[in-house]
């Protein structure tokens, strides 16, 4: 963590629990249109249309996401908490803003940019991310980009992309 930045723990939480999650916003998502018309949520076929960051029917795609209890339990995991608070021998309190990043796969350009979490969520300057993937994601299919090391380099000023939503 001193080093590179960032711990990685290949199986920590329970592959049934985060299929489950998975599953809820899959549903909730299929029935705003966010999956192919007629297939069963669990495919996760993206619709032809794909939403973007802030553009038409995002918000109601995440405020959808965020209404879902099962989503806000996952950052409460036991398992998380635990590690946590072993690794650093504190109490571990959940930060309440819970972030959902669901991209349409065939849509690169929807993806999203390189950025430092604490500016834009806030908290202490001692918090840690934990991103959970709620599905298996090969490295073709993107997943989460860490740079080491970057945490020693202090913030970045936030810069606006006038020509992307979001």
């Known amino acids: 963590l001193e080093g590179d930045g960032f711990l990685f723990f290949r199986g920590l939480l329970d592959r049934a629990t985060l299929a489950s999650v998975r ?15 007629g297939s069963d949520p669990a495919q996760a076929l993206p619709s032809d249309s ?4 802030a553009g038409p029917g995002w918000w109601e795609g995440y405020q959808a996401v965020q ?9 409460h995991d036991p398992t998380i908490i635990t590690t946590l608070s072993c690794l650093f021998g504190e109490d571990v309190i959940v930060h309440p803003q819970k972030i959902a990043r669901v991209i349409f796969p065939q ?3 929807a993806t999203t940019p390189a950025h430092q979490d604490y ?16 599905a298996d994601t090969p490295v073709a299919q993107g997943g989460l980009r860490v ?7 202090g913030f970045r000023p936030i ?3 006038l020509t992307k939503s979001g």
């Open 67 to 75: 209404s879902l209890e099962s989503f806000h339990r996952l950052a």
């Open 147 to 153: 740079r080491p090391g970057s945490h020693r380099e």
């Open 119 to 134: 500016p834009n969520i806030g908290g202490t300057l001692d918090f840690f991310t934990v991103w959970a993937p709620l």
């Open 50 to 53: 794909p939403v973007f960051e």
């Open 159 to 161: 810069t606006v992309d």
């Open 107 to 109: 849509h690169p350009g």
């Open 23 to 37: 599953l809820d916003i899959l549903r909730e998502l299929a029935a705003l249109g966010w999956t192919a018309p």
